[in-house]
C-alpha cells in the first residue's frame, strides 16, 4: 500500500476517493498499533514520528504560504489583473497555516474552530470569486460562446482536434466529436453547410491541406486563446467552418 499511495502523491490530480483504495491497509497498520502497549508501540516509532512532525511542519509551511502566492498570484499571472479578494484569502490561508502548526500533540478545540474558518474563508473566495475571474482557464465556456455565435444550422456539430476536454461534451452538445485535425477535416467536409471545426490555429495549414484535396478550404470564424488547466499548455484555437 506505501508505493500506492506514493504514486498518487506524485501525480498533480488529486481527487479524494482515488486514495480509497490504500485505506484498508492504513486501517491495518492502525489495528497493529492499537494491540500494541503503550510503551512497545512509542520506542520502535519515535524516530518515525519526529520525522513524521517535521515533514508535517514542512508540508504545513508549503502549502499555507503556496496558498497565499496563488491567491495573489494566479490573478495577475492569468487574468493581467489584481484581485482585491487575494488579500483576505492569502491572509486567511496564511493564519490557518500559522494555527494549525504542530506545536502539542493535542490542539485546544477552540483553536481547531479558528483553523476551520480561516481555511472556509480561503478556500471560499478562491473557488467563489478567484478561481471564476480566471478567464484564460475556462476554455469550454468561451468555446460554446463562439459555437453558438457562428452556429450556421440548428443542427449544427463541433469536432474538436487539440481540445478534448469532458466539458466540452457537456456544454456544446453531446454530439460533439473529439478528434484529431483529420477527424475534422473529414467532418467539415461530410457537412460542408452546417459543420464547425475547432483546431489549433498552428494546425490551420494542415486543415486547408487535407480540405484542398476536395476543392475546399477552411474559413476561420474566430480565435479563442487560453490555459489548458489540465496540461497547463497554452492554446489559441481556430473555429472553422468550409469557406463558401
Keep these: 500500500y506505501i508505493p500506492f499511495w506514493l504514486v498518487f502523491e506524485a501525480i498533480p490530480t488529486k481527487l479524494p476517493h482515488y486514495v480509497m483504495p490504500a485505506y484498508p491497509g492504513m486501517a491495518l497498520l492502525i489495528g497493529w498499533l492499537l494491540t500494541l502497549k503503550p510503551e512497545e508501540a512509542n520506542a520502535p516509532l519515535?524516530?518515525?514520528?519526529?520525522w513524521l512532525w517535521w515533514a508535517t511542519a514542512f508540508g504545513l509551511v508549503v502549502v499555507s504560504i503556496g496558498l497565499a502566492v496563488v491567491c495573489i498570484g494566479a490573478p495577475i499571472y492569468l487574468a493581467k489583473a489584481f484581485s482585491w479578494w487575494s488579500i483576505?484569502?492569502?491572509l486567511a490561508a496564511l493564519?490557518?497555516?500559522?494555527?494549525?502548526?504542530?506545536?502539542?500533540?493535542?490542539?485546544?478545540?477552540?483553536r481547531v474552530g479558528a483553523i476551520a474558518i480561516c481555511a472556509g474563508i480561503t478556500f471560499s473566495l478562491l473557488f467563489g470569486t478567484i478561481a471564476p475571474s480566471l478567464k484564460p482557464i475556462w476554455l469550454t465556456p468561451a468555446i460554446k460562446v463562439a459555437v453558438d455565435?457562428?452556429?450556421?444550422?440548428?443542427?449544427?456539430?463541433?469536432?474538436?482536434?487539440?481540445?478534448?476536454e469532458p466539458s466540452l461534451v457537456f456544454l456544446v452538445g453531446t454530439s460533439t466529436v473529439l478528434t484529431d485535425v483529420d477527424g475534422v477535416a473529414k467532418h467539415l467536409l461530410a457537412d460542408p453547410a452546417c459543420a464547425l471545426g475547432l483546431a489549433s490555429v498552428k494546425d490551420e495549414q494542415k486543415l486547408n491541406e487535407l480540405l484542398s484535396g476536395q476543392g475546399k478550404s477552411a474559413k476561420r470564424?474566430?480565435?479563442?486563446?487560453?490555459?489548458?488547466?489540465?496540461s497547463g499548455d497554452k492554446l489559441a484555437l481556430g473555429l472553422y467552418r468550409v469557406a463558401e
Design 221 to 230: 470564424l474566430t480565435e479563442i486563446d487560453g490555459l489548458n488547466y489540465s
Design 88 to 90: 483576505p484569502a492569502a
Design 149 to 164: 455565435a457562428n452556429r450556421p444550422c440548428d443542427t449544427t456539430v463541433l469536432a474538436s482536434a487539440p481540445y478534448h
Design 46 to 50: 519515535k524516530r518515525w514520528q519526529t
Design 95 to 110: 493564519a490557518a497555516g500559522y494555527m494549525a502548526f504542530p506545536r502539542q500533540l493535542q490542539v485546544p478545540l477552540g
